[in-house]
DNA sequence: AATGAATGAGTATTCATTCAT
DNA sequence: TATGAATGAATACTCATTCAT
């Protein structure tokens, strides 16, 4: 039988799927017959809507950047914010989108797509951080030289470091990782201790730890 | 014609053969025919040393590891270094190690096996550094808090940071980054300025760094 | 160029080859790409169709079975055939299947299917025939203790001592044998003489036999 | 390390361990490296005994009707023993043989060469058995039209209905078939009934029985 | 007699992609 | 837009056999 769907909405139910096999099993052990198994779609309709394999990759990635951009985007700007506020605004906002595509589900064979995931982090949301930094820096509320790498050194360790994939420290392993990255941080950014507190849910955010 | 080999030697030259092949088109992409092809061996002589492809990509990781570790016994006990000259020798012992690897040839095919490797430095050498640096700090030339942690997040954000397969910066974007966290990593440890420049042949080291 | 198929047609049609080739070179000596290039396929058609090599042997045990209880069917609830008479059919019903499956053709290879082949026979054949044995007995026609065990050692013997791919006879050898097992059947069974002869069409079936 | 053993102790060491998987996993699913790995020999050593696979399979069937013709040779010529008595002990040997060769043990994976070990005791046992069914008629004690194709029937059925690889009949319903095996075996050989009772040791011989 | 490293042909299976309907 | 049958190249792995020591 055949249904039809919204395109824009067939789509977006590719991508998900695929996202969600892709973390579980890892991008190349993921036969595109499964992506459409899982939808109860024919294999041609995927390529319908992807040149390839390869190309769902992208589309997956831009979306998941793009979604957080947009989450961000009015925060950036918003004149009412602090900029540490803005910081705690954009830290929610991504891990917002971290669940909605289950970024946390994933097992060490969709390293590989994280991965890529995170450089495209530091490629096109650190800098906005950064510029937050720096206008934070301005009034006063941030002690920091180099802004820019500062916030790509810790996202990069953070990324990588509270990775379930990569690392599978159990529940008091992590606690401590977690309160003393946010403390370098504090003191590498020169902010009041405890300003960056709401790190630690991002940091943990959602995930299964396991037991004490 | 039939060459054979002292087995141990065969192992060697096999896990170097595919190594070079991971780094360079990645672990999925390289076929098992394609490595022993590039040291004139019959396929079945690769599975008489190993019980699949995954298998060698673990002995891979052992080699490596253990390579490092060997490097870095001595020095580590070694009763006439001090706390820095130890880090030093460390890092000099690692970049040989690369080097005799070819860990810096690899490209973006290569991530994944990359990524393994950063994870096992961070569960195996990680720990030996830190142990060095508390005893720096007995001796008063460092001054941290969190040993252990501080160095896993430096150690991972440099070797993702500086990742070819990963970030590609030109040659200034990469020195910028090279000192500034070379720079922050001394804040951070407690010691005089200029204590860790060794690391910076460490973190570019051996690379082709792009235009400029 | 690429030729499409009904399904069904399509399978039947990889069904009947395989095991064509199967009972003439055995199933482990049967390449799964020997098959489709018995009938122009490619490759992944067979895996579109078959799970493995393993599942089309069930599927063409499963599809002999079927024909033949298909066949019987209608004869065994036939009011107005005697029981003899029902027997025939049925030997005629299995000879006629036999051909289709060229169950005759098979060498020594094949005896690996052919085995499997009687052991489903005894199991879902066997009984049907067992209980027409029992309804002529009530007739008066057959005088016979154990219907139902004494059918499956005549079936399991006939099965085996005339298969080509275990013993070859020659002419002489396998006519008295026919003879011979048929008359022991009709006193087993406690038939009048001659009542059975049928069933040497059914033994020597379609047989090229040795010559003289 | 390298153990030399008398060269004919070592042929039956390879022959009894290759049957021994044979009968477990069939011929074609053993690999010759497994035979070598279960006697700790190695892969050369199979080569200086055998000239190929095939060849071993030939040597154990060779072996083991030899082993059976061995025990039968005597009793076969033995002026003091009746036809019923010498029939007995050729079942008793046939039994002893089997438990010496494991033949009890094998699974569906074996059937392969359990079924061309009945081959060969047809075509080399049989004979000898009907011979004494022959003299057995002479003396009035049997009566039978056919001995030889009489006793291939019975041996083939036997043989293959108590096969623990084809068919799995659970306790009782193995023992009903033996029993009516044996009533038939007596009244188409015509001895008295109960004569031919001891072919219910080697029918059930050291099988385990699935539970009532 | 024994070793075990080396061979290399053989093969099942996977899977991204195409295409006629 | 959707289907799913068909493709066919790619590839990991097996295993009987050889051979130099």
Same mark, same amino acid.
């Given at each position: 039988?055949?249904i039809?769907?919204?395109?824009?909405? #067939?789509r977006?139910?590719?991508?998900?799927?695929?996202?969600?096999?892709?973390?579980?099993?890892?991008?190349?052990?993921?036969?595109?017959s499964?992506?459409?198994?899982?939808?109860?779609?024919?294999?041609?309709?995927?390529?319908h809507?992807?040149?390839?394999?390869?190309?769902?990759l992208?589309?997956?990635?831009?979306?998941?950047?793009t979604?957080?951009l947009?989450e961000?985007?009015?925060?950036?700007?918003?004149?009412?914010?602090?900029?540490l506020?803005?910081?705690?605004?954009?830290?929610?906002?991504?891990l #917002?989108? /971290?669940?909605?595509?289950?970024?946390?589900?994933?097992?060490?064979?969709?390293v590989?797509?994280?991965? #890529?995931l995170?450089?495209?982090?530091?490629k096109?949301i650190?800098?906005?951080?950064?510029?937050?930094?720096?206008?934070?820096?301005k009034?006063?509320?941030? /002690?920091?030289?180099?802004?820019?790498?500062?916030?790509?050194i810790?996202?990069?360790?953070?990324?990588?470091?509270?990775?379930?994939?990569?690392f /599978?420290?159990?529940?008091?392993?992590?606690?401590? #990782?977690?309160?003393?990255?946010?403390?370098l941080?504090?003191?590498?950014?020169?902010?009041?201790?405890?300003?960056?507190?709401?790190?630690?849910k991002l940091?943990?955010?959602g995930r299964e730890?396991?037991?004490?």
């Amino acid at each position: 039988m055949r249904i039809t769907k919204d395109p824009e909405e #067939r789509r977006k139910e590719i991508i998900q799927t695929a996202l969600k096999l892709f973390l579980k099993k890892g991008y190349a052990h993921t036969a595109v017959s499964e992506i459409v198994k899982n939808i109860n779609v024919a294999q041609g309709t995927f390529y319908h809507y992807f040149k390839s394999k390869e190309d769902i990759l992208d589309a997956i990635i831009e979306t998941y950047i793009t979604s957080i951009l947009d989450e961000i985007e009015t925060v950036a700007g918003d004149k009412n914010l602090t900029a540490l506020e803005k910081l705690e605004q954009i830290s929610y906002a991504q891990l #917002r989108v /971290n669940q909605r595509f289950n970024m946390n589900l994933h097992s060490i064979k969709g390293v590989d797509i994280h991965e #890529r995931l995170i450089a495209q982090v530091v490629k096109k949301i650190v800098p906005i951080m950064a510029d937050i930094v720096s206008e934070g820096a301005k009034a006063g509320v941030f /002690n920091v030289k180099y802004p820019l790498v500062a916030t790509e050194i810790f996202m990069v360790a953070g990324n990588m470091l509270f990775d379930p994939g990569i690392f /599978n420290w159990n529940k008091s392993e992590l606690e401590t #990782r977690v309160d003393i990255l946010i403390e370098l941080m504090e003191s590498t950014f020169g902010v009041r201790k405890g300003s960056f507190s709401f790190y630690k849910k991002l940091m943990t955010g959602g995930r299964e730890i396991k037991g004490e």
